[in-house]
Each structure stands twice: as structure tokens, then as C-alpha cells.
């Protein structure tokens, strides 16, 4: 498994990635954050990739039907990274073509991309 869920408090989970992200491991993600959606209301995701290879090319990736009934109740995601990743993480999280506000932070602005996901503003 490509991530491995390291916390969840309230609305906001935080995953960390590692390796080939797969389809499979998306649905999982994707599931659980439908359950804090149901018990919160809403989610804010922080992501960090940590050993990241990219996306596996298996599977359905242009399925949308996630986005299209959740994106109204995910308010934040931010994603840590290397710089190598940021143009592509950004067009995979459809940064700027979703109501969910997306932003990308390097590795060593951890804390940054924490204060701004949980930030009320």
C-alpha cells in the first residue's frame, strides 16, 4: 500500500505517501475520507509524500465521480513534497478547477502546510 493514514482528528486526516500510489489506494483514501465527511460534515486532507514514485498507471484514473459528490464538503488539502512532484500533484488534485482549496509546500515547510490546513481562514 502506497499511504498509510498517520492521523485523523475531527475534519482533518493526514497521509502520508510513499512508493507507486495505486487506484486501489486511492478508493481506500477516497473512502475514508467519505467517512469523515459523514461524521464531520466536512475534511481537510494534509499529505505528505515521503519516498514518492508517482502514480501507477493501472486503473481508472479519469473517474471523477468522487469529486463531483465530495468536492463541495473537502475545504483544504495541502500536499508536502519534492519540488519534482509539485506541477503534477497540483494538476492530479485539480488545484484551481475544484471549490477545495489545494496548496503544495516543500518537505521542510511541514508546519507551514499544517497551520495553513487547519487554518479557519
Sequence with gaps: MAFELL??????LVVRLGG???????????????????????????????????????????????????????ERIAVVGEQKWEDLTVAFTGKGMRSAQVE??????LALARAWVTSQR
Excluded at 7 to 12: F, K, M, V
Excluded at 23 to 36: C, F, N, P, S
Design 7 to 12: 492521523e485523523e482528528s475531527g475534519s482533518l
Design 20 to 74: 507507486k500510489l495505486t487506484k486501489a489506494d486511492m478508493d481506500a483514501l477516497q473512502r475514508k475520507a467519505v467517512e469523515v465527511i459523514q461524521r464531520e460534515g466536512s475534511v481537510r486532507v494534509l499529505v505528505t509524500a515521503h519516498g514518492f514514485e508517482g502514480w501507477d498507471e493501472k486503473g481508472d484514473w479519469g473517474d471523477l465521480s468522487f469529486m463531483m459528490k465530495y468536492d463541495e464538503k473537502i
Design 104 to 109: 503544495y509546500f516543500l518537505p521542510h515547510q
